[in-house]
């Protein structure tokens, strides 16, 4: 069906009008208030121990979910789709399972399952703390970010099928030197693309980390918590100055995200 000229204008304006209030405008009005008393200022709030100590620890999160996810992703999209045995369906619908539940009851359920009262409790008498420490969150992060990394790579390797692997079992190649020479290659973007997502969610992630952390400045406070924790205490500009800052890493990863893309559809 080709639509008139007047319409397509009309389309256009609605989905831009769309994202101008609801996208382009609240990012805006952050910026404006982050800059508004000049960029020293803006440092200045970014630069508080805080908010270094925040930001390390965002990063710290980050270096660790992403190898677990890395790895746990790929032999899982390995094995649904390469592997036929019991329980497969089961197995598909237990990666989705973060999607469909809240963070907030992801975080109770570790405090459940973690802390002092849960199954696993007794691992502080041995001085191992999970809860309201960097474990548990990481912990918190990994679970909500676990499907990522598996859902980009499972649709690559349908494409691609089993022939080459098939071939290179033929020639003599065991399963470590097939993985390694043919389907890491194969899947090195989907697999990168599934990287970047991980690290987006896992700086932005809120509910399921405030579950499981102290949100204490210094000690367990991420990025995200310090803005909630400077908006609450109404440091309006330091929340703002925050959130700039998380903006700006999270453009950055779009930006990464994007040419990734690209590139991936230009191999292809």
């Known amino acids: 069906m080709k639509l008139s000229a007047f ?4 389309l256009r304006s609605v989905a831009l009008g769309y994202l101008l209030v609801l996208l382009v405008l609240p990012l805006g009005i952050i910026l404006y208030r982050s800059f508004e008393h000049g960029i020293g200022q803006f440092i200045d709030w970014i630069s508080t121990p ?3 100590s925040a930001f390390n620890l965002s990063i710290t999160i980050v270096a660790i979910v992403v190898p677990v996810n890395v790895v746990f992703g790929v032999v899982t999209a390995i094995a649904l789709v390469r592997g036929r045995f019991p329980g497969r369906n089961l197995m598909q619908s237990v990666v989705d399972l973060p999607i469909a539940v809240s ?24 001085g191992l703390k999970i809860i309201f420490n960097l474990p548990g969150m990481v912990i918190a992060t990994i679970f909500v970010t676990l499907p990522l990394v598996v859902r980009e790579v499972e649709p690559v390797l349908h494409e691609i099928g089993d022939d080459q692997e098939q071939a290179a ?6 399963r470590w030197q097939t993985f390694w020479r043919i389907t890491l290659p194969a899947i090195r973007w989907g ?21 499981v952390s102290t949100a204490m400045p210094g ?5 995200t918590l310090l803005v909630h924790d400077r908006y609450t205490d109404h440091n ?10 998380l903006m700006g890493i999270a453009l950055v990863v779009l930006l990464l995200m994007t040419l990734l893309e690209r590139k991936r559809d230009t191999v292809k």
């Open 7 to 10: 319409t397509r204008i009309s």
């Open 103 to 126: 963070p907030v009851v992801v975080g109770v359920s570790l405090i459940l399952l973690w802390g002092a009262g849960g199954w696993f409790g007794g691992l502080e008498n041995h």
């Open 236 to 245: 309006t500009y330091g929340a703002y100055a925050a959130a700039t800052l």
């Open 50 to 52: 805080a908010a270094i």
């Open 219 to 223: 000690q367990s406070q991420t990025l």
């Open 191 to 211: 697999l990168t693309y599934g990287v970047v997502l991980t690290v987006a969610r896992s700086l932005g992630e809120f509910g399921a980390v405030i579950m």
């Open 169 to 174: 079992a033929t020639l003599g190649a065991n």
